[in-house]
């Protein structure tokens, strides 16, 4: 079997090979990963031309793959049993005449509102988001501006739809989320700025209502000390003593009234 074109080793019995000295190696579980077409090919029949004395062509049937967006590493040649074998379904809808679409997700349901990202894509033969999610560096650049970010996006939404998460209304609410800490965030900076502003004034003669209150509250609280000349004064000017019998002069006896 073919070890080559793409076909990464993945897999190894190293407790087969540490007690016999060999074992089994896995290759391609990525191989759902790569663009793979097969297609009809005109070739020249060089033994039939030679034996006809004249060019002789035939249908043969070859294969291309290639990495997802890597147009310049592309293996295009003659098929044989073992790409039948590799890849049954894709064989199975060329012998069909069905379009070889490989299976996955496809862009819309990641790029609802994009089409023009889709016909980006597709451009580089790239049709479902597991694609998209596994581009290689070189893809990336061979694609563009903006490939990584949406590299990053079929990623999120892979990684979320083997949660069960709902891709779409996940990406709502940390929008909001955003919008409402980039909210906070101006207001705060507002404040700060409110604050600053204020303590770079100089003082003003207008009336400090604070300092009145904690004047106020100290001097309620201290003992109360009349002024006793102040308040003779007071005193002297708004009561008169009763007129009485002179001080030191004897008093007579007391009348008796006769009826």
């Not at 507002?190 to 001097?219: C, G, K, W, Y």
Request: proline letters at 7%.
């Amino acid at each position: 079997m073919d070890t080559t074109e793409f076909r990464p080793m993945t897999g190894m019995d190293h407790n087969s090979i540490a007690s016999q000295g060999y074992g089994m190696v896995q290759y391609g579980p990525t191989d759902d990963k790569l663009i793979v077409g097969f297609y009809k090919k005109s070739v020249l029949n060089a033994a039939r031309s030679r034996d006809e004395g004249k060019p002789v062509y035939e249908g043969r049937d070859f294969v291309k793959i290639q990495h997802p967006g890597e147009t310049l590493n592309v293996v295009d040649r003659p098929a044989h049993d073992g790409d039948k074998q590799r890849w049954p379904q894709k064989w199975d809808q060329y012998m069909r005449g069905v379009t070889q679409i490989p299976d996955g997700v496809p862009l819309n349901q990641l790029f609802p509102d994009k089409p023009q990202i889709i016909d980006m894509m597709r451009g580089y033969n790239i049709h479902t988001v597991e694609q998209l999610s596994n581009l290689s560096g070189e893809a990336i650049s061979t694609v563009g501006m903006g490939c990584q970010e949406w590299v990053n996006a079929a990623q999120r939404y892979m990684e979320r739809v083997e949660k069960g998460i709902n891709h779409h209304q996940f990406e709502k609410e940390i929008s909001k989320r955003d919008v409402q800490i980039q909210t906070l965030n101006r207001q705060i900076s507002e404040l700060t700025s409110l604050v600053r502003s204020q303590q770079s004034q100089p003082p003003t003669a207008s009336t400090d209502f604070q300092t009145m209150q904690i004047n106020a509250t100290h001097q309620s609280n201290e003992p109360f000390t009349p002024d006793a000349a102040q308040f003779h004064t007071d005193l002297s000017g708004q009561t008169q003593k009763a007129r009485g019998w002179p001080k030191g002069k004897p008093r007579g006896p007391r009348k008796i009234q006769e009826h």
